[in-house]
């Protein structure tokens, strides 16, 4: 069973403009953790943001934040005023307490243009 | 910051022959690495888990055989794909877990790019 969802598979904007990647998560377990990685072209993943299950506080690092609500089962990213080196896929990923392996959206697609 | 390093990053090879992926982490022990596949325009999947000193266990679907994995100490695992078919060709991505283990945060390698012909 699909334990992350990405919905939008690609998303285009032009810079300056904010994008919001979209996560709902699918789990029993009541210890879990939330990442988001970004791919560039490259294809090495970077580690952007990781979150515990107890921790419903939203994050802002710069131009990205997160919004976590277990209410609704999701850990939206918001990317503000983007830039061109934003262009990337986005993986967003569940780790449950029971084993901490990582299931994978599909990612999202994100192009910037200038 | 934990360092994962793969080795080679990119292999051409062959139909039938074997090749070997290394995964190492640079500056901490890794009692757990995980191996993944992702196919273009795919997302990653989780093909094994490997612990040092035992046998890898492995997800549904992948062949035990075909994937070998060797972890033989806390700063290597090793993943051979043996007679490879073009169906093999991938992205092939490593990941470590630190000791002492922060089991929430995976460490991960660059990525192997395989192309068989």
């Known amino acids: 069973a699909q334990k992350v969802t990405q919905a939008q598979t690609e998303i285009s904007v032009v810079e300056k403009e904010d994008v919001t990647l979209d996560c709902v998560y699918e789990t029993r377990d009541t210890t879990y953790y939330l990442f988001w990685y970004k791919q560039p072209p490259s294809g090495e993943l970077v580690f952007l943001i990781r979150?515990?299950?107890?921790?419903?506080q939203n994050e802002i690092s710069g131009r990205y934040s997160w919004n976590f609500q277990k209410s609704t089962s999701s850990f939206n990213f918001t990317i503000t005023a983007s830039q061109v080196v934003d262009s990337a896929v986005y993986f967003c990923?569940?780790?449950?307490?029971?084993?901490?392996?990582?299931?994978f959206g599909a990612g999202t697609t994100v192009t910037v243009r200038a | 910051g934990a360092v994962v390093s793969q080795h080679p990053s990119r292999v051409i090879c062959k139909s039938g022959t074997s090749v070997k992926i290394e995964c190492r982490s640079l500056?901490?022990?890794?009692?757990?690495m995980f191996w993944y596949r992702q196919f273009p325009k795919q997302s990653l999947m989780l093909m094994a888990t490997s612990n040092e000193g035992s046998k890898a266990t492995y997800e549904q679907g992948v062949e035990k055989d075909k994937f070998l994995i060797n972890h033989a100490s806390l700063t290597l695992s090793t993943l051979t794909v043996t007679s490879a078919h073009p169906e093999d060709s991938s992205f092939y991505i490593c990941s470590a877990e630190s000791i002492p283990a922060r089991q929430e945060t995976q460490y991960f390698g660059p990525g192997t790019r395989l192309l068989v012909l």
């Open positions: 990923a569940l780790s449950e307490a029971v084993d901490y392996k990582l299931s």
């Open positions: 979150r515990n299950s107890f921790d419903e």
């Open positions: 500056d901490f022990q890794a009692t757990t």
